[in-house]
Structures are given as C-alpha cells and as structure tokens.
C-alpha cells in the first residue's frame, strides 16, 4: 500500500494534508472546463460549480458522514454570495465546501494560493496550548509564548471560527496542521478573527505571566529566528533527513523515521543492515522507532526494518521496543505504527495520532478552471482498525509534550522509555 507524502515537521505541515493512501488511479476523470466566464463572477460561479460536480463524482464515498443535502445548500449559499465576497473570502469558501466531508485527504490546500500571504510568526500547539516557535524581527517580542489571543478572540475560539476551511477528521491533525492556518491574514479575515487582513493583533503569554501584544502585517521579511530552547533533544535534530539512527549514552538505538521514502544515497535496505548490526553489535536496554513527525509516504519502505524486528523477538519478549506517536504521525506513517504495534507487539508512547486509523485515502486531484486551485479526493476506503472506529491511534503510555518540555529541551516520551526501562 502506498502512500503519497510532502511534508516533515519543520514548516512541513503546510501541504501534509494532501497526502494520501496510495498513488493509485482514480476510475474517472474530471469533468473538461468550460470557455472562462466573462466577468470575476462568473468565474467565480464556475469554479464552484466545477467542485459541487466532480467532487462527489471522483470520490469514493463523499457523503460517508455529511449528507448530500447539507454539501448542495453550502453550495448554493456560496454561489449566491460570489459577487458581495471578496476574491479570498470566495477561495476561503471553496476550501469550507473541500473541507465539509471530513475526509482530512479532500482539501483544497492554500498553500499554493497566491492571493493568502503569511503573518511573521510560526506557531505549534503542545499540550498546553498554541506557542510562538520561530518570528522574524517584527515580532521577535512574541517569540517563546503562549498565544492567548488573535484579534478579538481567544486562541480557541480563533481556531474553531477557522476549523470549518481545514480538512480533518480528528482533534490531533486539527492541532498538527491548524498553526498553519491561523498566520495567514486572509483566512482570520474571511473566518471573522479580524477585521482586516491587514493587521492582525496577537497576544501571548511568558512563562512568567507577563503578556505581551504585537500588531502584526502580513510579511514574512528578515529571517526566522527560532525560540530560545534549553536543549535540543534527539527527536528535533536532524528532521531534514528521511530517517536516522545513534545509539545514545544510556544505551537506547534510537530510530528517527521522518518520512516515508527512500533516501537516494541510503536506501532503506541498506540502512536496515547498518541498523541491525548496531543492534546486534550490543543489544540496546530499548529500541526506539519515532514517528512523532513522519506524515507519510511509501509504507513499504520500511519493510526492511519490520523484517528486521521480526527476527528479533527478543526486543519485544523483552519489552524493549517502542513507538513514539504524535499529532504530525499521519498516513503512511500510521499504518507502520499500527503494523509496529499489531504485528510485532511494539508498544505506543506518545500522543494520540493526527492519522485516523479507518479512512479514507489514495488521492487524486483535480484543477478548478479559472482559480487554479487544486482540488484533492479520495478514491479508496481503508480498514486498518478491526477493532471499533477510532479517531486516531492512542499511545498505550501518554507522554504529551508542553510548550514548557519544549523550550527546556525535554522529551517525555524519552522520559517515560527510560522509566519503563530502568533507565536514567
């Protein structure tokens, strides 16, 4: 089974979405575009009529959770409001209508949009809330605190007046890939969070209670600079790569796995041998495979390391094999977490997974006629869960990570494999 993967944690989440369950072929093709409208409107008008046609047509099952009536009146409601909404306000519309199946692999991504532009900040969510994790100078005096407020609103009320033009189908992927959202000034517009897209006032917390506010343009001039951390722990170095392993001082194989595809100098194959034989060198006190921020790709390509699980009994018997899951573990990803854990006897530590465990996948796209948007669908349903619907895979031992583990350099999942192991 294959899966199509573009993203990394690293400014990753932004097109992570449109990954898909396999890079099969979808059994019809678009609907041809008709000759352009002659005004904005009509354009307009077309577009939606474009997605309101092919889009329960190419999917597999588009109304598996919302009805067909309840997808045509936003239809028409949106027609019927083209020419009093501005241009972004209409694209925001036409990702509400992608997003309203909750199917998280239909979406319409704005990332490629040119008319959404980006505020200067970079956010994540952890445990206890939504974090400052990078800025350019502008807003440098918001970097490492908690955000409390955008425009008018408070942090989650801004995020669930955003949520209906983001493609989910659990709370986890909502808090991977919301941040991403919530920086572009046309959304928290067309969403109601601000008055103008022109402006738009953040307020964030520090660690020692004291706020700070910052009226932010859209613009993303001058570098990022990262937020001050104490440490940085094994699961943030390295992300840029496909997959990596070290051996630690106390004595734990650690296996970061970032996306799944070949690397083309390292192919997995012999990746695994060079593993196995470090394993095999010295068995480790654990074993760790983290998938915290791997958002899919090929599951087969780990295959090489199954086998080599598989062979080695020894580190489940002796319950020193470990997963490490999280809101950004997605797609191709999951199914490895569930293979690791049903089939070779693994144990989750983590988060509960941005991936929903049965659903939908394997993804084509379509292109509206005159905005160029990309459209993605699915076209096969996936039962990887026998057991019940899950909304995501939860860890068998929680290790959630706070925005306080993160800036002090901490990692409670490592933490928690070192309890279970007897470890420092």
Not at 10 to 26: I, K, V, W
Not at 375 to 402: I, R
Request: aromatic share 8%; charged share 20%; with cysteine.
């Amino acid at each position: 089974m294959r899966h199509l993967r573009f993203f990394g944690r690293a400014g990753a989440l932004l097109a992570a979405f449109l990954s898909g369950n396999g890079c099969g072929s979808s059994p019809a093709a678009p609907t041809p575009a008709p000759p352009p409208a002659a005004t904005r409107d009509g354009r307009f008008v077309q577009d939606v009529d474009a997605l309101a046609t092919d889009l329960p047509r190419l999917h597999v099952n588009l109304f598996f959770q919302v009805g067909r009536a309840t997808f045509e009146g936003e239809v028409a409601a949106l027609k019927s409001r083209v020419a009093e909404l501005q241009d972004h306000e209409i694209v925001a519309g036409l990702m509400r209508l992608a997003a309203l199946p909750g199917d998280a692999h239909t979406a319409i991504s704005p990332f490629a949009y040119a008319g959404f532009r980006r505020l200067p900040v970079r956010l994540r969510y952890f445990s206890d809330g939504l974090l400052v994790t990078a800025a350019t100078p502008a807003a440098a005096p918001l970097l490492g605190r908690r955000v409390t407020r955008l425009g008018d609103l408070a942090e989650a009320e801004a995020l669930a007046r955003v949520r209906p033009v983001i493609s989910t189908s659990n709370e986890a992927w909502l808090r991977a890939i919301g941040p991403n959202y919530l920086v572009i000034p046309e959304l928290l517009h067309a969403q109601r969070v601000v008055a103008s897209p022109e402006q738009v006032r953040i307020a964030a917390v520090g660690a020692d209670g004291t706020v700070v506010e910052a009226v932010l343009a859209p613009g993303t001039d001058g570098a990022f600079a990262e937020a001050p951390t104490a440490g940085v722990p094994l699961h943030r170095q390295r992300n840029a790569e496909n997959y990596w392993f070290t051996r630690t001082a106390d004595d734990v194989v650690y296996f970061q796995y970032n996306r799944c595809q070949n690397a083309a100098a390292d192919p997995m194959s012999s990746f695994a041998r060079r593993l196995f034989d470090e394993v095999d060198r010295v068995p480790p006190r654990a074993f760790v495979v983290d998938l915290r921020a791997n958002g899919g790709g090929d599951s087969s390509v780990l295959e090489p390391v199954l086998q080599g699980l598989r062979s080695r009994r020894y580190l489940v018997d002796s319950r020193r094999l470990f997963v490490l899951i999280g809101n950004a573990t997605y797609s191709s990803a999951l199914l490895n977490a569930i293979t690791l854990k049903r089939q070779i006897g693994a144990l989750l530590v983590g988060e509960p997974t941005g991936g929903r465990p049965n659903g939908y996948g394997e993804i084509r796209s379509f292109t509206l006629p005159n905005s160029g948007l990309a459209v993605s669908y699915s076209t096969k349903y996936f039962a990887s869960w026998p057991d019940g619907d899950p909304a995501s895979l939860f860890p068998d031992v929680e290790a959630a990570l706070s925005s306080a583990d993160h800036l002090a350099g901490r990692d409670p999942a490592m933490d928690a494999v070192a309890r279970l192991t007897g470890g420092a």
